[in-house]
């Protein structure tokens, strides 16, 4: 399915429910085996992300023209769904490496393309995404990393804050300020890792997502030349928004993986467990229960779909369509994983039975990509103006 092709369904395709079994098998087979050694031992598994590509899924809404997998948004949901269902915290970077890719082949000229898109399409390279800094999160249009012209090129300086896979890949896509104040003072630049002035601060010691590293990026006088720059000078802010409408469902699909696995363990485990002489899923509270955790999970989805589809179209609410779920999404996914570790009671507790990691991996999709105060602020613009 290309971009142009989709629109809002209830079913999949044939050939969308092969997309997620395709992923769904690499995430049972190559990701959830080692999930939990990942985790404990902050382990990013670089070959075992590059494997994906593979499979297509570096360059899953990248055109085909451009080398990509040309899949429509609402097929990228179902596979960072599928993949999370291993592990969110490697498909959640792997949805980064994807915006990048797409803001790349969307925004690039031909040169970009051909010099970038190749080894980030392999996974030869690996890229991140640089936006938040120490001092501005979700005021974004506030950032004070600057770039000065120097001749052909722009010096960078400035510090970027929590920047997944810093460190450890290899492109940085970085948002710094060429202008003056606000949203249209901001450019967008391509770093490679081995620029000179460019360095990295710590591993940050985090409650989940310990399988990716997430550190500063640190510009210190780094020269980037004007060819590395993405778009026109004041073009940055829109660049990055447009990658974060994609990246908000997609993280939004990772907390509906993470959910849907607590969930399948959640009912196994009531299946198998007896307490006062009866099986738990004999119990009517407990059958309650599951039936509004899956109920949660599926209008997540279907909230998800619909703003996936909005966004193939270009539609003019496809943004707020993209707040809402988020919002909706990472809240729901994160409360069924809650509510499966509850239902485990002490063994849910217990890391061996993975649904305490898959907790801790869920709670940050609900600051990333956007907190979910700030979804409900762009929805409240799309309804009462921008202004308000």
Not at 29 to 50: G, H, M, Q, S, Y
Not at 189 to 205: K, Q
Request: charged share 20%; glycine share 12%; proline share 3%.
């Amino acid at each position: 399915m290309t971009e142009g092709d989709a629109a809002p369904q209830f079913e999949l395709s044939a050939a969308q429910q092969a997309i997620f079994e395709m992923a769904r098998g690499f995430a049972d087979t190559r990701l959830a085996p080692r999930a939990l050694e990942w985790d404990e031992r902050k382990i990013f598994p670089i070959e075992v992300i590059r494997e994906t590509a593979a499979l297509g899924m570096a360059g899953i809404y990248v055109r085909e023209s451009s080398g990509g997998t040309g899949l429509s948004r609402l097929d990228a949901t179902l596979i960072f769904e599928a993949l999370a269902t291993g592990c969110p915290t490697i498909a959640a970077y792997i949805s980064i490496h994807n915006m990048v890719a797409w803001m790349i082949d969307r925004y690039g000229d031909a040169e970009q393309r051909a010099r970038f898109l190749p080894d980030l399409i392999s996974m030869r390279t690996l890229a991140s995404y640089c936006l938040t800094e120490p001092g501005c999160g979700s005021d974004a249009a506030a950032l004070t990393t600057r770039a000065r012209r120097d001749g052909d090129a722009y010096v960078l300086d400035g510090t970027k804050q929590f920047i997944s896979g810093a460190g450890a890949t290899d492109l940085y896509l970085v948002m710094a300020r060429t202008g003056g104040a606000g949203a249209g003072g901001v450019s967008c630049f391509i770093v490679p890792c081995d620029a000179a002035g460019l360095s990295f601060g710590a591993n940050e010691r985090k409650m989940g997502w310990n399988a990716q590293p997430t550190r500063q990026v640190v510009l210190d006088g780094v020269r980037v030349p004007r060819a590395l720059r993405l778009g026109g000078e004041g073009d940055g802010f829109r660049i990055a928004m447009s990658g974060l409408d994609g990246g908000r469902l997609n993280i939004g699909a990772c907390s509906l993986g993470g959910a849907r696995k607590a969930l399948e363990r959640g009912i196994d485990y009531a299946a198998t467990r007896r307490a006062f002489g009866r099986r738990l899923d004999e119990f009517q509270a407990l059958q309650f229960r599951l039936a509004d955790m899956a109920t949660a999970l599926e209008t997540a989805r279907v909230m998800l779909w619909h703003a996936a589809a909005a966004l193939d179209r270009g539609g003019p609410a496809a943004r707020q369509l993209c707040a809402m779920a988020k919002r909706v999404a990472t809240d729901n996914g994160f409360d069924i994983a809650n509510q499966a570790l509850q239902l485990l009671g002490g063994y849910g507790y217990l890391a061996d039975y993975g649904i305490e990691k898959i907790v801790r991996d869920l709670r940050v999709h609900q600051i990333l990509e956007g907190t979910n105060e700030i979804m409900r602020l762009i929805v409240a613009r799309g309804l009462i103006g921008e202004g308000s």
